[in-house]
């Protein structure tokens, strides 16, 4: 259901899973139910955390010129 919810383009990573936690310094997941994971993989127990999602940054063009402000 949380995947409609916040859209279905949202692939499943241990990185933002309920059952993980992310180590500090560490490019691990500890997950309390397989143990050691890698950020990017997931399991059958992937339980979707939108407060553990960090959305990607999109770069604004920083080439614009003055024609492009003109009505």
Known sequence: MS???????I???CEYCENGR???GEEIILCIR???MQP??????FK????KRKPEV????SDFSEEDFRI
Not at 3 to 9: A, E, I, T
Not at 40 to 45: L, P, T, Y
Not at 48 to 51: G, I, R
Not at 58 to 61: I, V
């Open 3 to 9: 995947k409609n919810l916040y859209g279905g383009s």
């Open 11 to 13: 692939p499943p990573k």
């Open 22 to 24: 992310s180590v500090s």
């Open 34 to 36: 397989r143990g050691v």
């Open 40 to 45: 990017d993989s997931c399991c059958k127990k």
């Open 48 to 51: 979707y955390n939108p407060l």
């Open 58 to 61: 999109k770069r604004l063009q």
